[in-house]
């Protein structure tokens, strides 16, 4: 009797070290999943890096790629980063990842992988200065169709030519990145939506670059093209990268973007209506929410055009809060040094951190030398402010593995 007692209890034990192991096993596997996703990602409604919950402003540092595309030689990009993370503690910046004009896609098209190994330079900048990468692969609207000879309006078709040529330039920065520690998340392209639904043929994109032709009807963009190649882009880069965050890049809708859209005609939207289209604009398989803030948004939005930058964003956030999604404020600043510049600067730091908006970068970091002169912040020139408003903020509002 004690022998069969001391038998069952052996076997009890066995089996309760057993579940106990299992138990063990699953949390680990759990907490080193969950850990060793990369960059940023979504997580039950939450933006996270390496298993915590995150929340931290950045740069936009807009021609560090075409800097390296350049001169891949060039030591100012390097430094550029090693200014941003060491001095000022800046964990990541936004960039454009791929040539702004048709033109420029030439070493792409004839030797890929040239094209590709100068990337590989970039990239490895940003590791070894452990500074994240949301690479903007589609910067401006129309040059992928100018580049396969095709309308704008072919972006709206999954089987035209420059659909295809973006599913493959996709395929090579994400199959060739997508295990680097630098790369943060994917983005379309730049503000795509602010060229959609213009009334009538009165407001088509400029002309092609070295062409002579006017844009045509089939050049008219609406926002259901662009919908579908949001949709595409979301697929394709899911099929290689399955948890970092994929984001637009738009920018704000038009106050008047109801009424482009449903009545080809300007129109002030009540809040409504702009509200429904803002919501449509981010596919329901994107689980950010985009944006972009500069000061033409104060008193220019909804009936009454009578809200104040901070309660415009309140308004965003509160309306992309009740989507589920994460809100990404891809670009804000303002241009100058005056005291209104300053001031307007100030409100939009304090909007971001009173809303606690999880992830957003201002406009425009540039080392040295010019890009846009008005907007341009050295570490150097009487716009460093920035950079320091910047540090500070992180400091005080950043959460999770941010540094």
Known sequence: ??????????KQINQSALSLLVL???????????????GLYVEEGSLMRNGSEFRAMGINYNTAWYDVLKDPETLEVAEGFRILKQDYGIPFIRFSAGPYAHTGWKLYVEDPEEYLRRFDVLVKHAEEQGIG?????????????DLQGEPLSALGDPDSKCRAFMRQYIRDLVGRY????????????NEWMLFVDLPKLDHLP???IGSKEERTAADKLLRPMLRDTYEDFYKTVREIDPDRIIVTGDSIARPTAWHNRNEDRWGQDTKEQWAEVYLADTPDCYEVASFHLYAEAEMSYFKNKDLSIEDFVTEVVGISRSDNKVIWCGELGMPGNDE?????????????????????AIWNFKPQGKFQA?????????????????KELNERFAIGDWQ
């Open 1 to 10: 009797m004690n022998y069969l007692i001391l038998m069952l209890n052996k």
């Open 24 to 38: 063990c096993s699953l949390i680990t596997t759990g907490c080193t999943s969950d850990a060793s996703k990369p």
């Open 133 to 145: 990468l949301i690479p903007s692969l589609f910067w401006f609207v129309s040059t992928m169709p």
């Open 178 to 189: 997508k295990d680097s520690p630098a790369i943060w998340g994917w983005e379309v392209g």
């Open 206 to 208: 400029r002309k092609k």
């Open 340 to 360: 209104a510049s300053s001031e307007m600067f100030s409100r939009m730091i304090h909007a971001i951190e009173q809303n606690e908006i999880e992830i957003s």
């Open 374 to 390: 008005d907007w341009d912040i050295l570490p150097t020139n009487d716009r460093s402010y920035m950079l320091d408003a910047v």
